[in-house]
């Protein structure tokens, strides 16, 4: 078993997980580590909670040190001096025509490196604006291209339900999602009514889309003959969500409605 803290990066939308160490730590605590992308401050999310070994990727990092009020001073101005970097790096886009749209910036905790997240529909040659703004803010340049659902994240909004976004407020890493999932849901195949704020498939459809699976397994297919205690007929709809389904028999004016566990019973 492994001794796990979970460190969210707000301006990042990412949560790794650390080693707490002999630190006392607990949830809302800011601590400083040396994340994939550099030192940066995040807060604790998660634990300390013991995992299995399979569960972590090993070695695990551990954490430098519990935020100081120096450390919270620096990202305060950090933020700020990220609002003045984005500014630049928008004016040189322009100056230099390139087809791209700049979504955040940021710098790390130690100021060694600001990170420029962008979106554009094709490959993007920035070597010369990356030396334009390594001259300009004298420290190390990295620029991301990242898609559509990644800005959604990291910009966050209000999704169709009213809520804020599922992809910045508590998912980690995006899961595939198909248009599957929504016919498996009996859903509209309206894009309008299915897509979420990104333009891509709602994340949510994969939420109950395993009970579905599951439940749909149990149920007979649309147009099958099954036995029901009314006599023989004929699938004529499906309710998943209480494992039922229509059936019309013949002499019956109207379909009449079974539980799968009262066809099961008669077998």
């Known amino acids: 078993m492994q001794n796990v803290v979970g ?18 730590l607990s949830e809302a605590q800011y601590v400083v580590v040396e ?8 807060y604790i999310k998660y634990g300390p909670l013991n995992v299995a070994d399979e569960d972590v990727t090993l070695p695990l990092k551990h954490i430098i040190r519990v935020a100081t009020e ?22 040189v886009i322009d100056q230099l025509k390139l087809d791209m749209r700049l979504v955040n910036c940021e ?5 060694s490196k600001v990170i420029f997240n962008f979106t554009s529909d094709d490959r993007v040659d920035f ?47 995006f899961e595939p999602v198909s248009i599957k999932m ?3 849901q009996n ?14 498939l709602m994340c949510c459809l994969k939420y109950e889309n395993d009970h579905y699976e599951e439940a749909r397994a149990q149920l007979p297919d ?20 209480d494992i039922s389904m229509q059936v019309k028999i013949e002499g019956v004016e109207q379909p009449l409605e079974y539980k799968m566990e009262e066809l099961e019973a008669l077998k």
Do not use: H, W
């Open 187 to 200: 859903l509209s195949l309206n894009p309008t009514k299915i897509s979420g704020a990104c333009g891509r």
């Open 127 to 173: 070597r010369k604006l990356v030396k334009i703004l390594a001259q300009k803010l004298k420290t190390r340049i990295e620029l991301r291209q990242i898609g559509v659902r990644d800005e959604a994240k990291l910009l966050g909004g209000i999704g169709p339900c009213g809520r804020s976004l599922c992809c910045s407020t508590f998912l980690g890493d």
């Open 70 to 91: 120096a450390d919270k001073a620096q990202f305060e101005q950090n933020e700020q001096d990220a609002e003045a970097a984005f500014d630049i790096c928008k004016t």
């Open 222 to 241: 649309v147009g099958e003959a099954v036995v029901t205690p009314d006599g023989q007929g004929e699938v004529v709809g499906l309710n998943i969500l």
């Open 107 to 111: 710098y790390i905790l130690d100021k």
């Open 35 to 42: 994340s994939t992308r550099g030192i940066e401050m995040g």
């Open 182 to 184: 929504a016919k498996d």
């Open 7 to 24: 460190v969210y990066f707000p301006k990042a939308g990412k949560l790794e997980y650390y080693s707490p160490q002999s630190f006392d």
